[in-house]
């Protein structure tokens, strides 16, 4: 059965640090995929990773894929308010489908 | 549509009541999906259609869930009996094929059973 964790739950930083979180999955699988949520609205895809060594940068995010060791981290670098939400990384299940199992998600609090 | 449209927004039923849920995918989206997500917590799979493929409805908590798509548009979520547990955002989905990278999320269902 997969399953995937998500480190830390929660996170309050400061404007300007960097940040990493974590997300380690419990079998192999085609791809891993990070979404953002802002409070009471739905989810927005930010990356979708699909090989080893995988890396992608979209403005101050950073994400990375090691399917080795099973993990995917998300890198914050030079925190900005704006970036305040809940970051939830998903692994595909069986299948070449987007039938998706999500880690609990992070809570980032971006302090100003 | 322009994306992928929920109804309603919000739906507070009694405890034993029945509900459905409306997914409108967008248009030309062969894949379907629902998810439902407790307060605090990740998205927890429900049931995919693809086309006029069986559904997988492999993540159906109970037999009180059910779920139905006419060919390639709407799709309706049913929760019969509802309880307190019950509660949640349920989400829909849609990507242009099963296996398309990227699924595109509605606004979802906020369900409160009272």
């Known amino acids: 059965e997969l399953k995937v964790e998500q480190n830390p739950l929660f996170l309050s930083m400061q404007e300007g640090k960097n940040y990493t979180i974590y997300c380690n999955y419990s079998t192999t699988s085609d791809r891993l995929y990070w979404y953002r949520q802002d409070p009471g609205k739905s989810l927005e895809s930010l990356f979708v990773?699909?090989?080893?060594?995988a890396v992608k940068q979209e403005g101050r995010l950073m994400a990375s894929l090691d399917t080795k060791a099973r993990l995917s981290t998300l890198h914050i670098t030079a925190a900005v308010h704006d970036l305040s939400a809940t970051y939830f990384c998903a692994v595909g299940g069986e299948g070449a489908t987007n039938k998706l199992i999500f880690g609990t998600g992070t809570l980032l609090a971006v302090q100003p | 549509g322009a994306g992928v449209s929920q109804s309603p927004s919000n739906k507070v039923t009694e405890k034993g009541k029945d509900v459905e849920l409306r997914c409108d995918p967008i248009s030309g989206h062969t894949a379907l999906y629902w998810y439902r997500q407790r307060l605090g917590q990740g998205l927890e799979f429900l049931i995919y259609f693809q086309g006029n493929s069986a559904p997988d409805k492999s993540g159906l908590p109970s037999d009180r869930f059910s779920a139905e798509r006419t060919g390639e548009s709407v799709s309706t979520l049913t929760i019969q009996r509802t309880q307190q547990e019950d509660s949640a955002v349920y989400l829909c989905a849609s990507s242009l094929r099963l296996g398309s990278l990227g699924a595109f999320f509605g606004q979802g269902t906020r369900l409160t059973v009272v």
């Open positions: 990773l699909l090989s080893n060594g």
